[in-house]
């Protein structure tokens, strides 16, 4: 018979999400459980070895644990953060993994139980009242389904979405119509997002270890990944620190997106699956060995070995997308696209005409699938010398099933069309929901009420105060967490949200230069190229002048072309990127 513990917060999995869920939930105070399937904490930061997040750069977005977890990775990693041209903050995932442990265990009140999974559910569809896994049984008067693929809405039979939905449903410009669902194919062959199984290479300077090529192997699968075998642009993509490579390569890469029905066909072909796409992996490290250079070789101490997964191979797959909850409200395409020649989107609002948002974020969208360049609705924007995605707001009801009590979700399995997901799903988005997830359960502990009986403006205010954390729900581009009216100005918007500027800008006082003590300074003659594209001639090399910074954007915009300037801020060599923090004309 299996042990029964009790709890006021349970969360299932061990994800981005549920990390965030638990930590914020114990913060508060709840007596909380947290149950992962694998021994690393943060999912798709960390055990999907995607160390290299997307989204949420902005300074003003870099909010709540994101904003946290990115200050820890600048204290613990002594190569800073600028490696890569993918993404501003690049990282080795253990690292990642050993702060989210080290959070996990500075709090008494939380409970971390790794290597077990959910079996049944303890309740029904209109109430959940815990979970049985392998080896215990657990109560709690609220649960989270953190899962990767949202596991729990299955095993509940709570109403969720798998696949497309078609443009007659909500008037989505990016999704397909009836019509060509039905006639198309490729619809019925990728019902959701390829996933990944990155591996991580490292550069060994002679000849490596050869990389076995999997009995799967097909060099024409991978024909034209790279230009020129000395362009490095390709493995500076996702270079990691200590000359390592997190190689999750779209297109003719290592995503794989076969078969993807059995993710959710049972334990077997869920097994099948994932041993064909750790295959495709070896195959496509094996290729680039073979067809780049031999002195790449697999960085085999970078996870814990497992039985599938581990050495150089992340611990699990990088899952683009879930069974979705039917929820109390759908996110669409919609919700997240900017207002009519502005930069952000509007606030969410519920029935009541309420500002209902508790998380933000701000990724362009973008979705994978095998051969198949699926073009999405425009969702970016020139900004700060570069290109980034419009910045929006996410609801509280999008974690609220329609009609199950006692449950929140947090993953990718929360209430959004498969069109929006391509902009939800990123790691700095889904840290923000799971913070949301997990405050909301805390506070339904205190006022011993179901979550969706909180007032949402409860909710606002216990995040944008959280002592620890405070997390942003409005964007604001001019106005990062150090601003010192930063809370006045969130709660203004929430007051009046009519009030909300099209441009994302609330305007006055600016906020202070933070200066990173990476820093360097640079002079030379700037140079404008064109709108918002600028760069620095320092006689030696030509660097391309971004910033994530919205003061050093608007001194961008007033600098004349040619002239002798000196800047303070970080090099990115990947990317000939100078990421400016400060302008001396």
């Known amino acids: 018979m299996l042990e029964t513990l009790r709890t006021d917060v349970l969360i299932v999995g061990g994800g981005t999400g549920g990390t965030a869920a638990?930590?914020?939930?114990?913060?508060?105070?709840?007596?909380?459980?947290?149950?992962?399937?694998?021994?690393?904490?943060?999912?798709?930061?960390?055990?999907?070895?995607?160390?290299?997040?997307?989204?949420?750069?902005?300074?003003?977005?870099?909010?709540?644990?994101?904003?946290?977890?990115?200050?820890?990775?600048?204290?613990?990693?002594?190569?800073?953060?600028?490696?890569?041209?993918?993404?501003?903050?690049t990282y080795d995932p253990r690292v990642g993994s050993q702060i989210f442990a080290d959070w996990v265990r500075e709090l008494p009140n939380l409970k971390w139980i790794q290597g077990d999974r959910p079996r049944a559910v303890i309740g029904d569809r209109d109430r959940l009242r815990g979970v049985e896994f392998e080896r215990v049984r657990i109560e709690a008067q609220v649960v989270i389904d953190a899962t990767e693929l949202g596991d729990l809405l299955a095993l509940a039979d709570v109403p969720h979405r798998w696949g497309w939905e078609p443009q007659e449903e909500w008037q989505e410009p990016s999704a397909p119509t009836l019509a060509q669902l039905e006639s198309d194919d490729r619809y019925q062959r990728y019902p959701v997002q390829s996933p990944t199984w990155v591996v991580v290479m490292a550069d060994q300077s002679q000849s490596a270890p050869p990389i076995p090529a999997s009995t799967s192997y097909n060099p024409d699968l991978f024909a034209g990944a790279w230009q020129t075998p000395d362009n490095l642009a390709f493995l500076d993509y996702g270079r990691l620190p200590g000359d390592r490579f997190m190689i999750n390569w779209p297109g003719p890469g290592n995503d794989y997106g076969e078969g993807l029905q059995r993710l959710i066909q049972g334990d077997r072909a869920h097994q099948e699956w994932m041993q064909e796409a750790i295959a495709h992996s070896q195959a496509f490290a094996h290729h680039i060995q073979a067809h780049w250079s031999d002195r790449y070789g697999l960085a085999r101490d970078q996870f814990p070995q497992q039985a599938i997964g581990g050495g150089a191979f992340a611990l699990q797959p990088y899952y683009r997308e879930s069974?979705?909850?039917v929820g109390s409200s759908t996110i669409t395409e919609l919700d997240l696209l900017p207002l009519h020649q502005g930069q952000v989107a509007k606030l969410p609002c519920n029935a009541s005409g309420q500002v209902s948002a508790i998380a933000i974020g701000n990724y362009a969208n973008d979705h994978h699938y095998p051969n198949w360049d699926f073009r999405l609705q425009p969702k970016s924007m020139r900004w700060g010398g570069r290109w980034t995605g419009t910045a929006f707001s996410l609801p509280y009801d999008c974690l609220l099933p329609v009609q199950t009590e006692g449950l929140l979700v947090c993953e990718k399995n929360i209430a959004v069309s498969h069109i929006a997901n391509?902009?939800?799903?990123?790691?700095?988005?889904?840290?923000?929901?799971?913070?949301?997830?997990?405050?909301?359960?805390?506070?339904?502990?205190?006022?011993?009420?179901?979550?969706?009986?909180?007032?949402?403006?409860?909710?606002?205010?216990?995040?944008?105060?959280?002592?620890?954390?405070?997390?942003?729900?409005?964007?604001?581009?001019?106005?990062?967490?150090?601003?010192?009216?930063?809370?006045?100005?969130?709660?203004?918007?929430?007051?009046?949200?009519?009030?909300?500027?099209?441009?994302?800008?609330?305007?006055?006082?600016?906020?202070?230069?933070?200066?990173?003590?990476?820093?360097?300074?640079?002079?030379?003659?700037?140079?404008?190229?064109?709108d918002q594209n600028y760069q620095l001639d320092d006689g030696k090399t030509v660097w391309q002048l971004v910033t994530l910074d919205a003061s050093i954007d608007q001194q961008f915009k007033a600098l004349s072309d040619r002239l002798p300037l000196a800047v303070v801020g970080l090099i990115n060599p990947a990317g000939h990127w100078l990421i400016v923090e400060a302008i001396h004309p």
């Open 323 to 325: 069974r979705r909850v």
């Open 422 to 530: 391509g902009a939800t799903r990123l790691q700095p988005v889904v840290l923000g929901l799971g913070q949301a997830a997990g405050m909301a359960a805390a506070l339904a502990v205190e006022q011993n009420c179901d979550p969706r009986s909180l007032s949402v403006r409860d909710l606002q205010e216990a995040l944008l105060t959280d002592s620890e954390a405070p997390q942003a729900i409005v964007p604001l581009y001019d106005t990062p967490p150090e601003h010192p009216d930063w809370l006045t100005r969130q709660r203004a918007y929430l007051d009046r949200p009519e009030a909300y500027p099209a441009t994302g800008v609330h305007g006055g006082t600016a906020a202070a230069s933070l200066i990173s003590a990476r820093a360097q300074t640079v002079s030379g003659q700037f140079e404008r190229l064109g």
């Open 22 to 89: 638990a930590l914020q939930a114990a913060r508060r105070g709840a007596q909380t459980i947290l149950v992962s399937e694998g021994p690393w904490l943060g999912g798709m930061l960390t055990s999907a070895g995607v160390s290299a997040p997307d989204g949420n750069e902005l300074r003003a977005l870099q909010t709540g644990i994101w904003g946290a977890f990115l200050k820890a990775l600048r204290q613990r990693q002594p190569d800073g953060l600028n490696h890569a041209w993918v993404s501003f903050f």
